[in-house]
């Protein structure tokens, strides 16, 4: 699964029509980052919104691909 696709298109959903979620630990995979600068983000109000199931942390693709394009910096 690819989140960086520029295409304006949905997020594949699963069986049950629901687009997939990731977990700390796979954002945290995927942008290279310690599992900590995740929380550290949540702590401050940064980084991508979530979903709390419980205690658990979910990042829809679709929230983490927005929040990926508002990240990008102006071409000088």
Do not use: C, N
């Not at 699963?14 to 990731?22: K, R, S």
């Not at 700390?24 to 940064?46: C, F, M, N, Q």
């Not at 919104?49 to 205690?55: D, E, M, Q, S």
């Not at 691909?65 to 071409?75: D, G, K, L, T």
């Amino acid at each position: 699964m690819s989140i960086h696709d520029d295409r304006p298109t949905s997020p594949p959903t699963d069986a049950w029509g629901l687009e997939p979620l990731m977990d700390v630990a796979e954002l945290a995979s995927y942008l290279g980052i310690p599992l900590s600068t995740v929380y550290d983000w949540r702590v401050h109000g940064k980084g991508p919104t979530a979903y709390r199931f419980g205690k658990h942390l979910k990042f829809a693709v679709s929230d983490v691909r927005a929040w990926i394009a508002e990240q990008r910096e102006p071409s000088k």
